[in-house]
């Protein structure tokens, strides 16, 4: 099975701020790679699939780059309501989640 | 408007059964997507379950819960389900059906399962 891995696991941002995600996959998904937001009680929100297009509705504050195994989410300025955690996803074989990265208030 | 609406969550002992359903709305075409199953215990993080294709003909699963969920849908009915049998404590979870297609764009809204012992 393929493992994804998101560092760090808590990001404290301020807002205005960039805030650079990382994800690791064990081996290659090529630029099979989704991005997820999901704040408390809500459902994930798809931010960002085949590694850099942004889904619907997404600002362009959002952008996502890699393939292979590396990926990174940075979003250029937070904005208050960007506080949530965010997941990667590989689909590449079968479909493995990392466990998250927590964005909060510094 | 693409709109999942989930039911069928509830309480139940270990070892029993319990089937949710995801009923698509009729703002895409459920017939030309496969579906999966998406779960996530109490503050943890998200894991796939299950999907399965356009027809339901071939359909795919984690290995903790191969021979106990059954996936299919019912394309007349634009409706999706999972069958979960013999369940477990730690198959307690909230679980989201979604589109599947290059990432997961559309989920429903969520449906807890509870598992007691």
């Known amino acids: 099975d393929i493992v994804m891995t998101q560092s760090p696991a808590t990001l404290s941002v301020s807002p205005g701020e960039r805030a650079t995600l990382s994800c690791r996959a064990s081996q290659s998904v090529r630029s099979d790679v989704a991005w997820y937001q999901q704040k408390p009680g809500q459902a994930p929100r798809l931010i960002i699939h085949s590694a850099s297009t942004r889904a619907t509705g997404i600002p362009a504050r959002f952008s996502g780059s890699g393939s292979g195994t590396e990926f990174t989410l940075s979003i250029s300025s937070l904005q208050s309501e960007d506080f949530a955690v965010y997941y990667c996803?590989?689909?590449?074989?079968?479909?493995?989640f990392g466990p998250g990265t927590k964005v909060d208030l510094k | 408007e693409v709109q999942l609406v989930q039911s069928g969550g509830g309480l139940v002992q270990r070892g029993g059964s319990l089937r949710l359903s995801c009923a698509a709305s009729s703002g895409f075409s459920f017939t030309t997507y496969w579906m999966s199953w998406v779960r996530q215990a109490p503050g943890k993080g998200l894991e796939w379950v299950a999907n399965?294709?356009?027809?339901?003909?071939?359909?795919y699963y984690v290995d903790s819960v191969t021979g106990r969920f059954t996936i299919s849908r019912d394309n007349a009915k634009k409706t999706l389900y999972l069958q979960m049998d013999s369940l477990r404590v730690d198959d307690t979870a909230m679980y989201y059906c979604?589109?599947?297609?290059?990432?997961?764009?559309?989920w429903g809204q969520g449906a807890l399962v509870t598992v007691y012992s």
């Open positions: 996803q590989q689909y590449n074989n079968w479909k493995t």
């Open positions: 399965l294709n356009e027809d339901g003909s071939a359909t």
């Open positions: 979604a589109r599947d297609e290059a990432g997961f764009e559309h």
